[in-house]
C-alpha cells in the first residue's frame, strides 16, 4: 500500500512497507554497537557520529519508540535532500517503488553518496542504470569486527526499483 501523496512542497518519504523492511534489514539494537569506519550506530543503525545534535539526547540502552523517532527523522533528511537535488515536483513524480528503494540505500549508506553515484541517471531517467548502480552501491559494510554482504540487500533495491519504472 502507497503512503498518501506528499503534501505540495514536502517531499516523499519511505512508504509502511519499505519502513518495516528496512527496520527488519538493519536490526534493532538497544545500546551502541561499532559500525566499522562511520563509529558507533544505534536503534535501527542510526549512525551516531553522523548526527551529533540528534545523538546527544539519546539515552542508553535506546527504546523501540526513541530507535522509531530516529528513523524518520532519518527517512525525513534523506528524502529532503534527494528532493531538493532533484526538485521536490519530480522527486514526488517518481512511482513510490523507487522512492522506497533509493531511501533504502540512502538509511543505509547515506543520502550524500548515494546521490553522487546517481545523479546524472536520475536526472535523465535512465532508471536501468540508476538500478544497476543502486545493485552496486556500497555492497560491503561492517557490524563491528564482522564484515557484512550487503549485495542481497542491494540487488532487492535495485528490483524494487526497477518494479517501480516499467
Request: hydrophobic content about 35%; overall charge positive; cysteine-free.
Amino acid at each position: 500500500m502507497a503512503p498518501p501523496p506528499a503534501s505540495p512542497g514536502r517531499a516523499a518519504t519511505m512508504s509502511k512497507e519499505q519502513v518495516d523492511r528496512t527496520k527488519a534489514a538493519e536490526q534493532f539494537k538497544a545500546a551502541p554497537y561499532s559500525d566499522g569506519r562511520t563509529g558507533q550506530s544505534i536503534g535501527y543503525g542510526f549512525h551516531v557520529n553522523a548526527w551529533p545534535e540528534k545523538a546527544k539526547d539519546i539515552r542508553v540502552p535506546i527504546t523501540k519508540a526513541q530507535a522509531d523517532e530516529l528513523f524518520d527523522y532519518v527517512d525525513s533528511w534523506n528524502a529532503n535532500y534527494m528532493a531538493k537535488k532533484l526538485g521536490i515536483d519530480v522527486w514526488n513524480s517518481l512511482d513510490q517503488r523507487q522512492i522506497d528503494a533509493l531511501l533504502s540505500v540512502a538509511y543505509n549508506t547515506g543520502a550524500p553518496g548515494l546521490w553522487g553515484a546517481i545523479e546524472s541517471d536520475l536526472r535523465t531517467k535512465n532508471f536501468e542504470k540508476v538500478a544497476q548502480k543502486i545493485e552496486t552501491h556500497a555492497t560491503s559494510g561492517n557490524q563491528g569486527v564482522v564484515k557484512v554482504d550487503l549485495s542481497p540487500r542491494r540487488r532487492r533495491d535495485a528490483e524494487l526499483f526497477r518494479a517501480g519504472s516499467m
